[in-house]
């Protein structure tokens, strides 16, 4: 068996998983995409597979090189093969280390849930570590299965890491019954507890909870755009217009007052995304937003060009303080006028008070629908408006290996 040729299997499955966690969260990749990459990574991960022990030992020695995607490889392959000893070696990494933790979770969300199920007491052990507990919840939270009591319990750690992955797994469950151990935390000192004993209890229907939501869309950090796509969502549109044009006096926040728009999902959003495409920055992205709404199309005589100068993005100047990548930069450019004149010809028949996407108003068929066929931004939308429909867990997984979603998509599921 050629070393070298396994070497490549380890190294191209962990560059295509890393390139499938950018690939699930992209606005030009939908479902189909996502299994194509599922089925090269499953095509790697069969090479090592089939190498037996040398599989193994190379994608053990790859975590030395600690690059995207080692603690992936080398976790699924220990899961599938029931090695313990590796197992516990990525846990302990993943104590130390938050990119650690993602791919060890990542990798227990990848594999069979009859795979997982067996190493649950274990990690549920009252004498393991709270870390333990946190992995178990997260996989548990994968799968959308219910981990029972330990998450009641774990509602009550003093550790905070687990703590907030309790209270975020309490409201991706849907487990309302809960949601009086989740009150608490919503004074927590940890803002990711606090967020997301927010976020669960506005889910459970907490009117307080809601207006909380908005120190966390205002703050503009790593939660804001979740706290605004599920106020926007629960928020009488008038209120939210009112969140919105208070973001809008933030240059700092209008990214996030675009994402906002999107998900109130109103004739009034509309309108204020045809404002907000007039700003080359957001031109690409209020487009979009425009686009789940009406159900419009931007291609064709809806399709532009970038203004002339507009830079996003590094450029070749190694002068140029501009590093980060452009975060529409697989997003069309709008025709501006030829945009807003079919706008005001689709709006006719959009009654205002009431949410639209794809041009209808929202329904759980219709939700179902964006599901099954739209792009990945598109899906988490529906997912989470699903969840808000029927008030009953888990929220749909759009991250899931593909396969498993058709399966559950052909299903009852959702």
């Known amino acids: 068996m050629i070393l070298s040729l396994i070497e490549q299997h380890a190294s191209d499955a962990a560059f295509l998983w890393f390139r499938r966690e950018g690939a699930v969260r992209a606005p030009h990749h939908a479902l189909p995409t996502i299994a194509d990459i599922d089925d090269r990574v499953e095509a790697h991960l069969d090479g090592l597979r089939v190498a037996g022990a040398t599989g193994t030992s190379v994608a053990q020695a790859a975590l030395a090189e600690d690059d995207a995607g080692v603690v992936f ?13 590796s197992l516990a070696r990525l846990l302990d990494r993943a104590a130390a280390a938050p990119a650690s933790f993602r791919e060890l979770t990542a990798a227990l969300g990848w594999v069979p849930w009859e795979t997982v199920a067996p190493l649950l007491p274990g990690f549920f052990d009252p004498g393991c570590p709270p870390v333990l507990h946190r992995v178990g919840l997260a996989a548990c939270a994968a799968h959308g299965r219910d981990p029972g009591s330990i998450l009641e319990q774990s509602l009550y750690s003093t550790d905070v890491a687990l703590l907030a992955r309790a209270l975020r797994s309490a409201g991706e469950l849907y487990r309302s019954p809960l949601a009086r151990a989740v009150t608490p935390a919503l004074g927590a000192a940890d803002e990711a507890c606090r967020f997301w004993a927010t976020w669960t209890s506005a889910l459970f229907g907490d009117p307080r909870a809601v207006d909380a939501l908005w120190p966390f869309a205002a703050a503009g950090g790593p939660f804001a755009a979740r706290a605004l796509a599920l106020a926007m969502r629960l928020l009488d549109p008038r209120a939210a217009m009112g969140w919105l044009e208070a973001l809008q006096g933030r240059p700092e926040s209008l990214r996030i007052a675009c994402l906002g728009a999107t998900a109130l999902a109103e004739v009034s959003a509309v309108h204020w995304l045809l404002g907000a495409a007039r700003l080359p920055t957001l031109a690409r992205l209020a487009a979009e937003g425009i686009s789940a709404i009406t159900g419009l199309t931007i291609k064709g005589p809806l399709a532009g060009k970038a203004p002339d100068g507009f830079v996003a993005g590094p450029t070749d100047n190694s002068a140029d303080e501009v590093v980060a990548l452009d975060p529409d930069e697989h997003l069309p450019w709008p025709a501006l ?38 792009t990945q931004p598109r899906r988490a939308a529906a997912a989470l408006g699903l969840l808000l429909h029927s008030k009953a867990g888990p929220l749909f997984e759009v991250r899931a290996p593909a396969a498993r979603q058709r399966a559950a998509l052909r299903g009852a599921l959702i």
């Not at 008070?353 to 794809?358: K, T």
Request: charged share 20%.
């Open 73 to 85: 490889v080398a976790a699924v392959l220990a899961l599938e093969s029931g090695d313990l000893r």
């Open 337 to 374: 006028g030829a945009l807003e004149a079919r706008c005001r010809e689709v709006m006719v028949s959009m009654p205002r008070g009431i949410r639209h996407v794809g041009g209808k108003p929202i329904t759980p068929a219709q939700l179902q629908l964006v599901l099954r066929q739209s």
